[in-house]
C-alpha cells in the first residue's frame, strides 16, 4: 500500500488544525498552504471529502477557515487515510491468494492498520511540537 500525496497533505491539514484545536479560530487553507509550501489549490480538493466525513467543518467570512468536528484525540490517521486513500490494504485481491501469501497480505494489512488506528491527530501534533523543539539551534 502506497499512500499518496491525498493522504499525505489530508495529515497535514489536519494535522495542522488539530494543534489550533481550542482556539476556536477557523484555520485557512492559505495559512497552511504558505507554512507547509504546498498548493493551496490541492488543498482545497482534500476539503470536500474530509467534511463530507465529519471531520471537518468550514466557518465561512472574512477570517473563515476550517476546525475539527471532534477532539484531536478522537480523530485517528486511519480514519483521514482512509476517506482519502479508500480501503487500507497492501494488495487487491486478497481472498484470491494461495494461503501462505494470503497470510502474510493479512498481517501486513493488520499491522499497519493497528499503528494507523492507535495514533490519534494529538499524537501527532504533540510530536511534530516535540520535534520542533528537540532541533538544535548553532551560534558562532
Known amino acids: 500500500m502506497k499512500i499518496s500525496t491525498k493522504g499525505r497533505y489530508g495529515l497535514t ?7 489550533s484545536y481550542g ?3 477557523p484555520l485557512s487553507l492559505k495559512a497552511i ?7 493551496e489549490h490541492y488543498l482545497e480538493q482534500l476539503i470536500p471529502p474530509l467534511r ?3 471531520l471537518v467543518k468550514s466557518v465561512r467570512g472574512a477570517h473563515g477557515g476550517y476546525l475539527l468536528t471532534k477532539m484531536p484525540e478522537e480523530i485517528t490517521a486511519g480514519d483521514i487515510i482512509r476517506v ?3 480501503p487500507i490494504s497492501p494488495v487487491e485481491g486478497i481472498e484470491d491468494e494461495e494461503p501462505a501469501k494470503k497470510e502474510l497480505w493479512m498481517r501486513i494489512r493488520d499491522a499497519v492498520k493497528e499503528v494507523l488506528d492507535t495514533t490519534t491527530l494529538d499524537d501527532l501534533a504533540k510530536f511534530e511540537e516535540n520535534d ?3 532541533g538544535y539551534m548553532f551560534y558562532i
Request: no cysteine; aromatic share 0%; glycine share 4%.
Open 52 to 54: 463530507n466525513a465529519r
Open 33 to 39: 498552504a504558505r507554512e507547509h509550501d504546498l498548493s
Open 84 to 86: 482519502l486513500e479508500g
Open 13 to 19: 491539514i489536519m494535522i495542522a488544525l488539530a494543534k
Open 132 to 134: 520542533r523543539q528537540d
Open 23 to 25: 482556539d476556536n479560530t
